[in-house]
């Protein structure tokens, strides 16, 4: 399938010359979790990453691919996909920008949220957001305990 244009899938497309020993990765999309202070990503490139609308997204869904590490033991099979903190990450191709999407658990720490930076390679001007979908059972439903999540 054909991807809309967008300024970071053609420069992923040319050779670039990179000057010193450390190249930046390349920018991804995808989703993400926090689990125990860990956080669990599953990135795809983004001249992988499939259109949706005015964006490209990550083919996976949070419920297949959180199955699919409790089938190998990633995380424990007790621990439903929508119980920790997760997010996603998109890429606007009206803008050319990456749209972090997350948990309020996530967004308010600013340590994670470079971490998740970092690890799908995003340029420094993400858009930070929040959205219904990715909210936490801590943020749904409370906590038994003040230590839930806490790090």
């Not at 450390?22 to 920018?27: F, L």
């Not at 424990?76 to 920790?84: D, I, K, Q, S, T």
């Not at 858009?127 to 936490?136: A, F, K, N, P, V």
Request: net charge negative; charged share 25%.
């Amino acid at each position: 399938m054909a991807h809309p244009i967008c300024p970071l899938y053609l420069m992923a497309a040319r050779p670039t010359k990179v000057s010193g020993s450390r190249s930046r990765p390349e920018p991804q999309v995808g989703i993400f979790w926090l689990l125990d202070s860990t956080l669990l990503t599953d990135g795809t490139p983004l001249n992988q990453a499939e259109p949706y609308g005015d964006h490209l997204t990550h083919p996976r869904s949070h419920i297949e691919v959180w199955e699919g590490w409790q089938k190998l033991g990633k995380v424990a099979a007790e621990v439903l996909y929508e119980e920790p903190p997760r997010g996603r990450v998109i890429f606007n191709t009206k803008t050319g920008q990456s749209v972090l999407l997350a948990d309020k658990c996530i967004l308010e720490r600013k340590a994670v949220v470079a971490e998740i930076t970092k690890t799908l390679g995003l340029p420094k001007n993400v858009t930070l957001g929040s959205d219904s979908h990715y909210r936490c059972s801590k943020c749904l439903y409370g906590s038994n305990t003040e230590e839930d999540w806490d790090d």
